[in-house]
């Protein structure tokens, strides 16, 4: 069974990667439905994108299936009550963004000058960035605290598990953007752990799914937080608030954003106690 097991998450992890590899190539060169020079962030880039990273990731849970002779649902897509585990996940990456903006802004580190969207421009928008954020969360999470990891750790056991998939997720995190500090890829990867500790407690992604989106949708739709991957650490242009972020480093993340703040590290073990509290294991 170990064996098997063990089979499967190697099989999800080549077939997803490489079925993302050869859409996005597609995708890119002979289709040039986008422009891989093009380095400004917009709803659709992340649409299409995360569209295929999602389609790969299912993929390869179809294989995994086979191999194991269990259901999709078994990898963490479980439907029961996937509602509102997800708007409660959303509640939660919301909320965590909200006390650390507000936790800067107290030290001088951020600033609202109105609003930088008008008219139809911030409905578009705002619907926009919600449904990419939300695809993004559901392709990150069906890829790194889904299938592979619920396959690992039927082979070496759950937290074992959860680690390597979170360290993974950190270093792709790293190196796959430019100018990553090592801030960003401490919390990313503290981030990715809490994440994995909400599936393995709640036995679905769907609460994760829900945290990631709306924190990455607070962080740099909202509030306008810069990130490397946006024009080498600029804010997205079309964000919500006008305003930003100044002062050092340490406080504001700097290009990287408000994830490498080192006020986000008591969050985080803030997020961990409180979850542990009110949660049960299932």
Same mark, same amino acid.
């Given at each position: 069974?170990?064996?098997?097991?063990?089979?499967?998450?190697?099989?999800?992890?080549?077939?997803?990667?490489?079925?993302?590899?050869?859409?996005?190539?597609?995708?890119?060169?002979?289709?040039?439905?986008?422009?891989?020079?093009?380095?400004?962030?917009?709803?659709?880039?992340?649409?299409?994108?995360?569209?295929?990273?999602?389609?790969?990731?299912?993929?390869?849970?179809?294989?995994?299936?086979?191999?194991?002779?269990?259901?999709?649902?078994?990898?963490?897509?479980?439907?029961?009550?996937?509602?509102?585990?997800?708007?409660?996940?959303?509640?939660?990456?919301?909320?965590?963004?909200?006390?650390?903006?507000?936790?800067?802004?107290?030290?001088?580190?951020?600033?609202?000058?109105?609003?930088?969207?008008? &008219?139809?421009?911030?409905?578009?928008?705002?619907?926009?960035?919600?449904?990419?954020?939300?695809?993004?969360?559901?392709?990150?999470?069906?890829?790194?605290?889904?299938?592979?990891?619920?396959?690992?750790?039927? #082979?070496?056991?759950?937290?074992?598990?959860?680690?390597?998939?979170?360290?993974?997720?950190?270093?792709?995190?790293?190196?796959?953007?430019?100018?990553? #500090?090592?801030?960003?890829?401490?919390?990313?990867?503290?981030?990715?752990?809490?994440?994995?500790?909400?599936?393995?407690?709640?036995?679905?992604?769907?609460?994760?799914?829900?945290?990631?989106?709306?924190?990455?949708?607070?962080?740099?739709?909202?509030?306008?937080?810069?990130?490397? &991957?946006?024009?080498?650490?600029?804010?997205?242009?079309?964000?919500?608030?006008?305003?930003?972020?100044?002062?050092?480093?340490?406080?504001?993340? &700097?290009?990287?954003?408000?994830?490498?703040?080192?006020?986000?590290?008591?969050?985080?073990?803030?997020?961990?106690?409180?979850?542990?509290?009110?949660?049960?294991?299932?």
């Amino acid at each position: 069974m170990r064996l098997r097991a063990f089979l499967a998450f190697i099989v999800f992890v080549l077939v997803s990667q490489s079925l993302e590899f050869g859409l996005s190539w597609l995708t890119f060169v002979p289709l040039h439905l986008l422009d891989p020079n093009d380095r400004t962030w917009r709803p659709s880039l992340f649409l299409v994108y995360e569209g295929i990273v999602f389609a790969a990731a299912m993929a390869g849970t179809l294989a995994a299936a086979r191999i194991q002779r269990k259901r999709v649902a078994d990898y963490g897509f479980a439907g029961a009550r996937a509602a509102r585990q997800l708007l409660a996940g959303s509640a939660w990456g919301l909320g965590s963004v909200v006390l650390l903006v507000a936790a800067i802004a107290a030290l001088g580190g951020f600033t609202v000058a109105g609003l930088a969207l008008r &008219g139809t421009a911030l409905a578009a928008y705002t619907l926009a960035w919600l449904a990419a954020f939300f695809l993004l969360g559901l392709a990150e999470e069906a890829t790194f605290r889904a299938t592979g990891m619920f396959a690992l750790a039927d #082979s070496i056991g759950r937290w074992p598990a959860a680690a390597v998939t979170t360290l993974i997720f950190a270093l792709l995190h790293y190196f796959g953007k430019p100018n990553e #500090s090592v801030a960003d890829a401490l919390s990313v990867g503290l981030l990715g752990l809490f994440l994995a500790f909400t599936v393995l407690r709640t036995g679905t992604i769907w609460w994760a799914v829900g945290f990631h989106a709306l924190f990455d949708y607070a962080a740099l739709f909202v509030f306008g937080a810069p990130n490397t &991957g946006n024009n080498n650490g600029q804010p997205i242009s079309t964000k919500l608030l006008a305003g930003g972020f100044r002062g050092p480093e340490w406080l504001t993340g &700097g290009t990287t954003g408000i994830e490498a703040s080192w006020l986000i590290f008591p969050i985080i073990a803030l997020l961990f106690l409180a979850f542990d509290r009110t949660s049960r294991s299932r």
